[in-house]
C-alpha cells in the first residue's frame, strides 16, 4: 500500500526553465510533508517542508505548494540549474498522531536539467 | 557541524554471515532513525529511538535484525544470517525536534 506516490519517474527540464515535481497521498493523517534531494551513492538532502496548516512555502529557488483537499504537493524549482539534477523524493509524516515523526517516502522522480 | 555518519560505507558479506552497521548521529539529536532504501523505492522506516530507548520498530523488521542505541549516542543494527533480499542501502536519520531530519551518506549492502 504506497501512501506517498510519485507518478512521474522522470523529468526533463531545460536549464532556466521551471522544474515541477509532483506527489499525491492517500493517508489523510499525514500533517506535514517533506522533499529531498538525492545524488548517487549519498543519503537524501532535506531540502523544504510544508506543515499542513500553510498551502505554500518558500525559500529561495524552491516553493513547495499544497492542496489538503486533492492531497496533493508540488515541489517547483525557478530556474533550475544544472545542479538540480538528481532524483528527489517526497515524503510525509504523521507527527505525534503516528507517535513518532518517521517519513513515509514516494519511489522518486529522477529530475535531468538540460544545459 | 560534523553531520550524519555511516559506517562502513560498503559491505560485501557472504549470504548467512552476520554484519553490524554503526552510526554516529548530529550530537545534539536525541531521535535517531534507521530507514532501508531498495533500488527503484524511497527509504522505508525500520526503527526509531528516542534517546536510548528504542519506541518503534516495522514489519519490516525481521527477528533477524536488531539494533541498539546505548547511551542514546551512537547506533548499530545488525543483521544475523543475511540473505540475498537483505541487499539495500541502509541509511540512518537523525533529528533534535520535528520531522525534519538528517540522513547520513548510507551503508550498500551487498549479500551474495
Known amino acids: 500500500d504506497q501512501q506517498v506516490k510519485q507518478n512521474s519517474p522522470s523529468l526533463r527540464v531545460q536549464e532556466g526553465r521551471i522544474s515541477i515535481l509532483n506527489c499525491d497521498y492517500t493517508n489523510s493523517m499525514f500533517d506535514y510533508f517533506l522533499w529531498y534531494k538525492k545524488y548517487p551513492a549519498e543519503g537524501p538532502t532535506f531540502l523544504i517542508s510544508i506543515s499542513s496548516i500553510k498551502d505554500k512555502n518558500e525559500d529561495g529557488r524552491f516553493t513547495v505548494f499544497l492542496n489538503k483537499s486533492a492531497k496533493h504537493l508540488s515541489l517547483h524549482i525557478v530556474p533550475s540549474q544544472p545542479g538540480d539534477s538528481a532524483v528527489y523524493f517526497c515524503a510525509a509524516s504523521g507527527g505525534p498522531n503516528f507517535g513518532n515523526e518517521k517519513l513515509t517516502f514516494g519511489t522518486g522522480t529522477r529530475l535531468t536539467i538540460i544545459p | 557541524d560534523t553531520g550524519v555518519s555511516q559506517d562502513p560505507r560498503h559491505k560485501i558479506t557472504k549470504r548467512g554471515q552476520n554484519v553490524t552497521f554503526r552510526c554516529d548521529p548530529i550530537?545534539?539529536?536525541?531521535?535517531l532513525y534507521w530507514y532501508r532504501q531498495t533500488l527503484g523505492q524511497g527509504p522505508e522506516f525500520l526503527t526509531y529511538?528516542?534517546?536510548?530507548?528504542?519506541?518503534?520498530k516495522s514489519r519490516l523488521l525481521s527477528d533477524r535484525f536488531s539494533a541498539e542505541r546505548p547511551k542514546g549516542s551512537f547506533s548499530t543494527l545488525e543483521i544475523q544470517r543475511t540473505e540475498q533480499g537483505d541487499s539495500a542501502m541502509y541509511l540512518c536519520?537523525?533529528?533534535?525536534?520535528?520531522?525534519?531530519?538528517?540522513f547520513g551518506q548510507g551503508t550498500r549492502l551487498t549479500v551474495v
Open positions: 529511538f528516542q534517546n536510548e530507548a528504542q519506541l518503534e
Open positions: 550530537s545534539e539529536h536525541n531521535r
Open positions: 536519520a537523525s533529528s533534535r525536534q520535528g520531522p525534519e531530519a538528517f
